[in-house]
């Protein structure tokens, strides 16, 4: 299963609303992560199962989507937030990544 | 807390073995799968290899297929990468990572470089 992330790229204000989709070669029915990775630093675990949040998350980021159109939302964009952002499928073997999509300043 | 501390990276040359090591703490090891994943360079995530809880499944990416296996010690706490026919494209850290839910906690990675 090909996961693909858009866009590549997203130049945001703080404060802003965030959208970024994740979209799958098939369906992997609600069986979708999200990750957060900052330069140097182990990718971190936001979202499974689609729309659960991961202990420690904060409300701002949200999980939607089923089958094969995933979106993850942050509601509000803060300074820390700034990062690449991975979606997984981890409906059957293999699991895999999404290329990411880096959230930078605007 | 959850820790995972991997090592024994380091430079190889091509067509080469390597054998990488995760320590875990912090959690009852023997009740968690575990997997490796591996990022280039600048670029992307790759999911490498998983392993169950009791070691009764072990599933791999087709890129490594037939040349990597992944291995683990409950007795130890440790979890295991052997890596062979290493090629120049398996330059990446090499990330070990807990399950359930999914990738749930990540060691901070060990880097192989495999080069001439």
């Known amino acids: 299963t090909v996961m693909t992330q858009s866009p590549a790229t997203l130049s945001v204000s703080p404060g802003e609303r965030v959208t970024l989709s994740c979209r799958a070669s098939?369906?992997?029915?609600?069986?979708l992560a999200w990750y957060q990775q900052k330069p140097g630093q182990a990718p971190r675990l936001l979202i499974y199962e689609a729309s659960a949040r991961a202990t420690g998350i904060p409300d701002r980021f949200s999980g939607s989507g089923s089958g094969t159109e995933f979106t993850l939302t942050i509601s509000s964009l803060q300074s820390e937030d700034f990062a690449v952002y991975f979606c997984?499928?981890?409906?059957?073997?293999?699991?895999?990544f999404g290329q990411g999509t880096k959230v930078e300043i605007k | 807390q959850v820790q995972l501390v991997e090592s024994g990276g380091g430079v190889v040359q091509p067509g080469g073995s390597l054998r990488l090591s995760c320590a875990a703490s912090g959690f009852t090891f023997s009740s968690y799968g575990m997997h490796w994943v591996r990022q280039a360079p600048g670029k992307g995530l790759e999911w490498v290899a998983f392993?169950?809880?009791?070691?009764?499944?072990?599933y791999y990416a087709d890129s490594v297929k037939g040349r990597f296996t992944i291995s683990r010690d409950d007795s130890k706490n440790t979890l295991d990468l052997q890596m062979n026919s290493l090629r120049p494209d398996d330059t990446a850290v090499y990330f070990c990572?807990?399950?359930?839910?999914?990738?749930?906690?990540w060691g901070q990675g060990t880097l192989v470089t495999v080069s001439s």
């Open positions: 392993i169950r809880n009791d070691g009764s499944d072990k």
């Open positions: 098939q369906s992997v029915r609600n069986n």
């Open positions: 997984q499928h981890n409906e059957g073997w293999p699991w895999s």
């Open positions: 990572a807990r399950d359930n839910p999914v990738c749930a906690h």
